[in-house]
């Protein structure tokens, strides 16, 4: 039986006890993003009630807002509008609002997760162990351990090659973990949301055949408007999940082009860069799985359903909120 991640480990829900708010039965709740990829406050969720969602304009029916604690409903509106709530969108959001979120841990990716991470994370991690060990040093398990490989080098030519390193990047040697901990942190995000696209590739490429199977049923094919949504349904996610593959592999070359002439400036750069993407590969991620949850939760099996359910669940469920989802050019970032 799969064993459902922590809300804070996903794109689309994000838990409220970790942000600053006023009122205690809030805290309780969480952001979630609907089927129709709507922005709604989950009060409860169980197997017997199911999931008691409302609006974040219509809170004020279930609590109380006045001069002491309005912010919270000005708060959670503004979150709810988000495309994703993936830790790192919510980290730039709460930025911009002038909120500390560095320290807060529901705004970081729990511990297993980012075990899972590694893999993805030694594309990145790689140029910097060869620039400083030369490959002759065993690749992390995590970035702690990264960190520790250059507050402790255990090799004389690792302490040679730090001095040039932050010589090259024009900081002291002792600046060198902050500087390791901050390229964690910017790559970090990029092996998530590339963690993520590969956990969706299978039920894309399902609904995707749900999708031909669809417009081959006879029944179904004089359906004009029908047929229109499964072919923009179909370029919509192919599109979307070419555009993420592209951009991701953007960073990666340019990170290992980085190296060549890297100081902190190259690095600073690249980190703006990241972060300016964040938000919109964020959203585009969170509609692809939020659609795909919902279909597979409604048709578990490639035989659940009869085809004018599956119609009826395409017009009124999948098509809703695509339009929200940005393009992500691969040319905007050259």
Same mark, same amino acid.
């Not at 709530?85 to 297993?112: C, F, H, K, N």
């Not at 703006?272 to 993407?277: K, V």
């Given at each position: 039986?799969?064993?459902?991640? #922590? @809300? ?6 994000? #838990? ?14 969480? $952001? &979630? /993003? ?11 969720? +169980? ?18 807002? @006045? ?18 709530? @993936? ?15 560095? @320290?807060? +841990?529901?705004?970081? %990716? ?31 398990? +995590?970035?702690?351990?990264? %960190? ?6 255990? /090799?004389?030519?690792? !302490?040679?090659?730090?001095?040039? $390193?932050?010589?090259? *990047?024009? &900081? ?9 901990e901050d390229y964690g942190d910017v790559y970090l995000a990029l092996a998530y ?17 749900? *999708? ?19 072919? *923009? ?23 290992? +082009?980085?190296?060549? !002439? ?12 990241? &972060? ?25 099996? !490639? ?32």
């Amino acid at each position: 039986m799969d064993v459902e991640p #922590p @809300d804070k480990d996903t794109l689309h829900k994000l #838990p409220l006890q970790g942000l600053p708010l006023v009122t205690s039965g809030l805290r309780k709740a969480r $952001l &979630i /993003k609907n089927a129709r990829f709507e922005g709604v406050v989950e009060l409860f969720s +169980d197997e017997k009630s199911g999931s008691g969602q409302i609006s974040p304009d219509r809170l004020a029916e279930v609590y109380h807002f @006045d001069s002491h604690n309005q912010s919270d409903l000005d708060l959670i509106k503004h979150l709810s509008q988000l495309n994703s709530y @993936d830790v790192y969108t919510v980290r730039v959001a709460l930025r911009r609002l002038g909120m500390e979120v560095e @320290d807060v +841990d529901a705004l970081q %990716i729990s511990p297993e997760l980012r075990t899972q991470l590694v893999p993805h994370m030694r594309t990145f991690t790689r140029p910097l162990l060869h620039a400083v060990y030369g490959g002759e040093t065993q690749e992390p398990g +995590d970035l702690k351990d990264l %960190i520790n490989l250059f507050v402790s080098p255990n /090799k004389a030519v690792a !302490k040679e090659n730090l001095a040039r $390193l932050s010589h090259r *990047m024009r &900081i002291e040697v002792t600046a060198i973990p902050k500087f390791i901990e901050d390229y964690g942190d910017v790559y970090l995000a990029l092996a998530y949301y590339q963690y993520c696209l590969d956990q969706n590739k299978p039920q894309i490429q399902s609904f995707l055949q749900a *999708m031909e199977e669809m417009q081959r049923t006879p029944s179904l094919k004089q359906a004009a408007n029908l047929m229109a949504t499964c072919k *923009m349904l179909e370029t919509k996610i192919n599109g979307i999940v070419h555009e993420l593959g592209n951009i991701l592999e953007m960073f990666r070359i340019r990170t290992i +082009d980085m190296w060549e !002439k890297m100081s902190e400036e190259t690095f600073r750069r690249m980190e703006a860069m990241i &972060i300016g993407y964040q938000t919109a590969i964020g959203a585009a991620l969170c509609i692809i799985t939020v659609k795909m949850n919902a279909w597979n939760q409604q048709f578990p099996q !490639k035989e659940s359903g009869g085809p004018w359910s599956r119609a009826d669940f395409l017009m009124t469920n999948m098509r809703p909120g695509l339009e929200l989802v940005q393009d992500i050019r691969y040319e905007d970032a050259q």
